[in-house]
């Protein structure tokens, strides 16, 4: 006679000591409606109770869904079965060499041994079982009967190609973390229900505690609760039912905190604040097929967005784009380039790969998510690169994303990734009825959060280019140094960190641009940094034929004490004529000069610029700062001095 599941449970030399008291009777009772035993009046009338049915069933479930409340029991009721249904005899479905497999399946493989230590813990506490153990693994069990138990993370690729007595998914309510995929829950079920046909009474189960109305669990629920002739038996019961011993006050006070929360984490309701962001059909209607980057275009203005880290947990991700409009007048936020750096790690190496990708675009200034500590401002402007914390928190930034992507006025790369975490995200509504936008638990938005900071700053700031970087050019070809000319002069700026640029430019009657800029630097504040500057001044003075032999240097007023204290003649270095400071009025200034022609840059500059970004200092709409920017604000005070004068 075959012993059930039941009879094994109170055998006092199997599992019976492992579960004892009355506090598993609700349990008891679960277990006999999965295996389609007879159940007691009080068993029947938990049935009823937590699946909502009122015809007990009289075969095993192929497939439940075990919706419980946490520390309700579900981790040691599925080892439990994982163990009694890795003992049967498989072997006449077995092909010669292949091995029958009870999954435990989680969202990581540290959630999946939550389960996997409580099925070795069974096998080794009963001596009948523990001589069925061949060997262990920190992953897998093989026992003598040909039945492996191992764990695994939730991935529909790794679940092809098995034979399953059974498939535990544990949690499955938070799987929709897979950032290769939209919807892995579906996915993963889907690739493994064909590995369970070969063997006769193999199990799928699926135990969490509720989440959000979506996904699998989501979905047996809505589809097969309270349904007699259901094929998928639903049990859903709170924490308190299914363990009855656990302290109420520990609930009570959960409910206090977070009402909401409580009522999926311990009362097993589905949560009512949250939903879906964005859908699948509108992220891809939006992604432009086949496009994984796009080139830089001289003449474009672009803006990038980066989410620092420490190198440790989270990806290091980069956002680039820029704005276009089109036939229709439609302002059409596009984004360029992607860069993911994952974890682990060097913080160091990773400022660098993303100084590169700007500096490709020719962008001297990124804005950052608000990243705890000040060490990415300060590696960025190692590099000439200035760093400005976003003002917007991310939720904010999803949030205005929102109706960006609904009209279509963006265009995404393809890229995965991105697809997955956008869809992966997450609208939650407080008590306070305020909207807020984040992953799922679990789950990643480095990617999804520079994508929308980079494109929704683009909306929110639509002014055009003042200067485009293919006005710098001639005939597309930086000019050639010039031969004769009248001055040579310098100009120095500097921001609060300390970073220093230096412009120098030529002014010249007898050449065909009036103003050609012929060398720049950008660096932090050095000792011998204004004798090097003059230095240079004579070289090129020489170089351009200057009929003015003394050279010129003009600094902000910041720069004026610390050339001074370098050593410099006060009569060395001027300072920038303070009729200069309205800068919106000295940004149209040089706009309108660069705009006429009357600037360019030698190819010396235009080679140094790929690697240091004067191109886009000189590419600028009119909301840039001159702050934040000194080689901008060099390159600005330079021309209107420069042409202004004369």
């Known amino acids: 006679m075959n012993r059930t599941i039941i009879d094994e449970l109170h055998d006092p030399a199997l599992f019976a000591p492992h579960f004892k008291g009355d506090s598993w009777d609700g349990w008891k009772a679960f277990l006999a409606a999965l295996f389609g035993l007879p159940l007691s009046e009080a068993q029947l009338e938990a049935y009823r109770a937590c699946t909502g049915r009122s015809v007990a069933p009289t075969s095993p479930s192929s497939e439940a869904a075990l919706i419980v409340g946490r520390r309700g029991g579900k981790s040691r009721v599925l080892a439990l079965i994982a163990v009694y249904l890795a003992c049967r005899d498989y072997t006449p479905h077995l092909a010669p060499g292949e091995m029958a497999t009870v999954a435990v399946l989680a969202a990581n493989r540290q959630q999946a041994r939550s389960i996997f230590r409580y099925v070795s813990g069974l096998l080794k506490a009963v001596p009948l079982l523990a001589t069925l153990v061949e060997d262990e693994t920190n992953e897998a069990i093989t026992l003598s009967n040909r039945v492996v138990i191992e764990i695994s993370t939730a991935s529909f690729r790794t679940t092809r190609g098995y034979s399953f007595a059974a498939v535990l998914a544990d949690e499955i309510a938070f799987w929709r973390l897979e950032e290769s995929s939209a919807n892995p829950d579906t996915e993963i079920l889907r690739a493994l229900r064909p590995g369970m046909a070969s063997l006769p009474g193999s199990m799928l189960l699926l135990a969490s505690s509720p989440y959000a109305k979506k996904g699998e669990l989501y979905n047996a629920y809505r589809r097969?609760?309270?349904?007699?002739?259901?094929?998928?038996?639903?049990?859903?019961?709170d924490t308190s039912t299914m363990n009855p011993r656990i302290d109420p006050a520990i609930i009570a006070e959960a409910y206090e905190s977070d009402p909401e929360a409580a009522r999926a984490e311990y009362g097993a309701e589905f949560r009512d604040d949250l939903a879906d962001f964005v859908s699948l059909e509108i992220v891809n209607a939006v992604t432009i097929s086949g496009r994984r980057e796009l080139p830089f275009v001289p003449g474009t203005t672009y803006a990038a967005f980066v989410d620092p880290s420490g190198g440790v947990g989270d990806s290091m991700t980069l956002a680039v784009g820029h704005l276009e409009t089109s036939a229709v007048g439609v302002a059409i936020c596009i984004l360029d380039a992607l860069l993911e750096i994952r974890a682990p790690f060097d913080p160091e190496q990773a400022v660098e790969q993303c100084v590169e990708l700007l500096r490709r675009y020719g962008i001297t200034r990124v804005v950052g998510d608000r990243y705890a500590g000040a060490w990415p401002k300060a590696r960025f402007n190692e590099h000439g690169i200035s760093f400005e914390q976003s003002a917007r928190p991310k939720s904010d930034l999803?949030?205005?994303?929102?109706?960006?992507?609904?009209?279509?006025?963006?265009?995404?790369?393809?890229?995965?990734?991105?697809?997955a975490q956008l869809v992966g995200l997450e609208r939650r509504t407080a008590r306070s009825g305020r909207d807020s936008v984040d992953h799922s638990p679990g789950g990643k938005d480095d990617i999804s959060n520079v994508v929308a900071g980079v494109l929704v700053g683009l909306d929110l700031d639509r002014r055009p280019a003042l200067v485009r970087q293919s006005d710098l050019l001639?005939?597309?070809?930086?000019?050639?140094t010039?031969?004769?000319?009248?001055?040579?002069?310098?100009?120095?700026?500097?921001d609060k960190s300390g970073l220093v640029a230096t412009v120098c430019v030529a002014r010249s009657r007898y050449f065909g641009t009036p103003l050609v800029i012929v060398d720049f630097e950008v660096g932090h504040i050095r000792h011998g940094l204004f004798q090097d500057v003059i230095k240079r001044l004579f070289e090129l003075i020489a170089e351009c034929g200057a009929r003015g032999g003394s050279p010129g240097l003009f600094a902000t007023k910041d720069l004026l004490p610390l050339a001074i204290r370098s050593g410099l003649n006060s009569n060395a270095v001027h300072a920038i004529p303070l009729h200069m400071e309205d800068v919106t009025q000295q940004k149209l200034s040089a706009a309108s000069h660069i705009s006429a022609g009357s600037v360019k840059v030698t190819g010396i500059v235009e080679t140094k610029g790929r690697s240091s970004p004067i191109g886009g200092a000189l590419d600028f709409s009119g909301g840039a700062d001159l702050i934040d920017d000194p080689l901008r604000a060099a390159s600005v005070y330079a021309i209107v001095l420069g042409l202004n004068s004369q």
């Not at 097969?224 to 019961?237: E, F, T």
């Not at 001639?474 to 050639?480: I, M, N, R, T």
């Open 398 to 419: 999803y949030l205005d994303l929102l109706p960006l992507l609904n009209a279509k006025r963006v265009e995404l790369l393809e890229h995965q990734r991105l697809s």
């Open 482 to 494: 010039p031969t004769k000319c009248d001055f040579v002069f310098a100009v120095m700026a500097v």
């Open 224 to 237: 097969h609760y309270g349904k007699d002739d259901a094929r998928v038996l639903v049990w859903k019961a």
């Open 474 to 480: 001639v005939s597309e070809a930086p000019a050639p």
